[in-house]
């Protein structure tokens, strides 16, 4: 026995589709909204330094190492803790980001602060006496309460001097600061950790020997 095919007519399939189209467009806006509304962060300008005078004597040369970090620091996230509520728990804000790892950030702004002294130069550069690496262990905005928040920074700095027999160590000091946030947020804690990390390069170039 033959069956006949019966034709859907077309103004049903019309409505579906558009539904189809309209479901589509949807998802995609949702999916890019997030995106688009992500805030990237850098340190802004550096603070000016005066240049060392004419008549001091030069400063030796320095080989400055990528700063090292843990697992947890590697990505460009912003993250916070919730200390009053899980402490061990970092967590990156939603739509706010760094422009790069937080221990480039820092490489960088040390480089341009040293190199205002002293010449600075990256390993295999130039050959120099004095090695300065560091380890980057804590960089977060850490929330006491829901309204009282600081930047917190640690880092570690190990200074080696190269000779004929290979390098000793001369000095390795931790620096820990806290910087209040002017603002429970992202933006609050991006200027608490700008302000950590220029505290605490200073303190580090006036730990360095003027050797």
């Known amino acids: 026995m033959n069956m006949k095919k019966t034709a859907t007519p077309i103004y049903l399939l019309r409505p579906c589709g558009l539904l189809l189209v309209l479901i589509l467009l949807l998802v995609g806006c949702t999916a890019t909204r997030p995106e688009a509304a992500i805030k990237v962060y ?6 000016l330094k005066t240049p060392v005078a004419a008549s001091q004597p030069a400063l030796a040369t320095l080989v400055l190492y990528e700063p090292q970090v843990s697992p947890a620091l590697e990505g460009n996230a912003l993250l916070y803790r919730l200390a009053y509520a899980d402490a061990q728990q970092l ?6 980001r760094w422009s790069m790892p937080p221990a480039q950030l820092i490489g960088q702004r040390l480089r341009q602060q040293l190199g205002a002294q002293r010449a600075v130069v990256a390993p295999g550069e130039a ?5 300065l690496r560091l380890v980057l262990e804590e960089f977060s905005h850490v929330f006491a309460s829901a309204t009282d928040s600081h930047g917190l920074l640690r880092l570690r700095a190990t200074l080696t001097q190269r000779s004929g ?5 001369l000095a390795q000091r931790s620096f ?3 910087q209040a ?5 992202a933006q609050g804690a991006v200027r608490a950790l700008t302000a950590a990390s ?10 360095l020997p003027p050797l």
Do not use: C, H, M, R
Not at 181 to 185: E, G, I, K, L, N
């Open 181 to 185: 946030a002017p603002t429970p947020d």
């Open 91 to 96: 967590k990156p804000y939603a739509l706010a």
């Open 165 to 169: 027999s290979g390098e000793t160590l």
């Open 198 to 207: 220029d505290q605490a390069i200073e303190q580090l170039t006036a730990w």
């Open 42 to 47: 850098d340190f802004g300008p550096a603070p």
């Open 127 to 131: 050959t120099a006496q004095l090695n």
């Open 176 to 178: 820990v600061v806290q």
